[in-house]
């Protein structure tokens, strides 16, 4: 099927500056929709930023002009930038993709998550 795995996870000081990375992988036809949510401990997952197949990015208000999503549809692969970072950014980051994939002699399309990575910022 396929596969989401994320790198680039670990801890900063404020003002610090990290990059996540996620690739897909399996049999893929192709990615429509990606994107990173993150969960800080006891608070409910929520979304950080989303990229369309053709480059179209939406942020949550919190890490707008901080936080930048791209993506390389060659390899597959998300990246979140993340600069300026704050204590509140602390959290597990999960990257997500809409993936359509090879079943066989069909195609299938599925919604695929990430394991995390944690990320905590702190002096």
């Known amino acids: 099927q396929v596969q989401l795995v994320e790198s680039g996870g670990g801890s900063v000081q404020p003002g610090g500056s990290l990059r996540l990375s996620c690739a897909a992988s399996?049999?893929?036809?192709?990615?429509?929709?990606m994107g990173w949510y993150r969960q800080a401990p006891g608070k409910q997952r929520e979304l950080v930023a989303t990229?369309?197949?053709?480059?179209?990015?939406d942020y949550a208000d919190s890490v707008k002009g901080r936080l930048t999503i791209s993506r390389d549809n060659a390899r597959n692969t998300v990246y979140l930038q993340m600069n300026s970072l704050k204590p509140e950014d602390t959290a597990v980051y999960y990257c997500?993709?809409?993936?359509?994939?090879?079943?066989?002699?069909?195609?299938?399309?599925?919604?695929?998550w990430g394991q995390g990575t944690q990320v905590t910022v702190s002096s």
């Open positions: 399996g049999s893929i036809v192709s990615i429509n929709g």
């Open positions: 997500n993709a809409e993936v359509r994939w090879f079943a066989g002699s069909s195609r299938s399309l599925g919604d695929y």
């Open positions: 990229i369309t197949r053709g480059g179209s990015t």
